[in-house]
C-alpha cells in the first residue's frame, strides 16, 4: 500500500517520497525513490526511514529528501549516477 507524498528533482533527477506500508496493521514508513528527468525506470528503495520519532511529517519529509541528495550526489562523484 502507497501514498505520494512528494515529487520534487535534484541535479537531474525526479526525487519521490511515498509512504508506505506492507498491510493494514503495519505502521507507515516514508520511503524515497529516485529516476533520471530525462527517463528510465524508478530505483528500488533508495531509503526506507524505520524510525518513527520524527516531530511532524515535514521532519520525515527533509529526512527523505536530503537522503535522496546525498544518494544522488555520492553516485555523481563516483561515476555511477
Sequence with gaps: MQKKV?????????????LQRADDSQPWSPAVRVRRTA?????????LADAR?????????????????R????QRQTGTG
Design 6 to 18: 512528494d515529487l520534487s528533482s535534484y541535479r537531474g533527477y525526479l526525487v519521490e517520497v511515498v
Design 39 to 47: 527517463g528510465g525506470g524508478w530505483s528500488e528503495d533508495l531509503w
Design 53 to 69: 520519532d520524527y516531530f511532524t511529517c515535514y521532519d520525515a519529509l527533509a529526512a527523505c529528501k536530503a537522503q535522496a541528495q
Design 71 to 74: 544518494a544522488i550526489d555520492a
